[in-house]
């Protein structure tokens, strides 16, 4: 049964882009697979492991990794903040709590890059424009369908305010999880404030279980956007940022298992004793 009970009728247009999400997404993961990783974070530079796609290997111009961060996500969140001021853009309740809840993802990874986040290394300027560009590319897309949608008939099943409830625990689980990983990097700099360069096994909440519960709670905090939107768009980013990141998690773990011999075997990449 097409569209299911929770979404929106998607149009042509929306239907044709959120296949483009899905794939585009996927394919990225995949890459990460072959070794093709998206230069940020552990593979931000040649020491990381394995290629780099978005300029990362060819001598290309490289940003400080702050910088890189906060030009991938300031334009998304200029977007939304925007989108709040353009007539029209923005009725109705639920257009409201999703451009609200992407504002907070967005302001959210900004204070990050600020105020918790510590960097070691630098991103091509490559990876910089493929990152924000997306980035902005999907917040455009998630308040025009939802824009789209208005005067269609309502889903069967309204999950409105469940996906507020789902989307504030994926945002504080990814926040805890990285001011973890975060006091790990001072720790691992001898307790410096600089921005260690070491790394260490991580420890605390589900690190014991998984190397990447920060990349779990962003897909929860993605499929909460997705109850609140209910349109085929925002049901495709959320698939495809899934599987994005499932694959980003997998070759971490490997990174993790090749780096340190006492890396324990029971942890999984992403989903506890799954995956």
């Known amino acids: 049964m097409w569209p299911p009970p929770f979404l929106y009728p998607p149009s042509a247009f929306v239907a044709a882009a959120s296949l483009v999400a899905v794939f585009s997404l996927a394919s990225l993961g995949l890459s990460e ?117 208005r005067g269609l008939p309502d889903p069967a099943v309204d999950t409105l305010y469940p996906g507020v409830l789902v989307f504030a625990v994926g945002i504080a689980g990814n926040f805890y999880h990285h001011l973890l990983l975060s006091r790990l990097r001072a720790a691992a700099a001898g307790g410096g404030g600089g921005g260690g360069k070491g790394y260490k096994i991580p420890r605390g909440g589900m690190f014991e279980l998984v190397a990447c519960p920060h990349y779990l709670f962003e897909i929860v905090a993605f499929f909460g956007l997705a109850m609140i939107g209910q349109t085929a768009f925002a049901l495709a980013l959320a698939v495809g940022t899934a599987a994005f990141l499932a694959c980003r998690s997998w070759e971490t773990r490997k990174w993790y298992a090749a780096k340190f011999e006492e890396f324990p075997e029971r942890i999984r990449a992403l989903v506890p004793y799954v995956l």
């Open 33 to 149: 697979l072959r070794g093709e990783h998206v230069a940020y974070s552990k593979f931000s530079h040649a020491g990381g492991g394995g290629q780099q796609r978005g300029g990362g290997g060819g001598g290309g111009a490289l940003l400080p990794g702050r910088t890189g961060m906060i030009v991938s996500y300031v334009p998304a969140l200029v977007a939304v903040l925007a989108a709040f001021a353009v007539p029209g853009a923005v009725d109705g309740a639920r257009a409201q709590v999703l451009c609200a809840a992407l504002a907070a993802h967005f302001l959210k990874r900004v204070l990050e890059v600020l105020f918790v986040h510590r960097y070691s290394g630098s991103m091509p300027l490559g990876t910089v424009v493929q990152i924000s560009t997306c980035y902005l590319l999907y917040v455009i897309m998630l308040v025009n369908t939802q824009r789209l949608s």
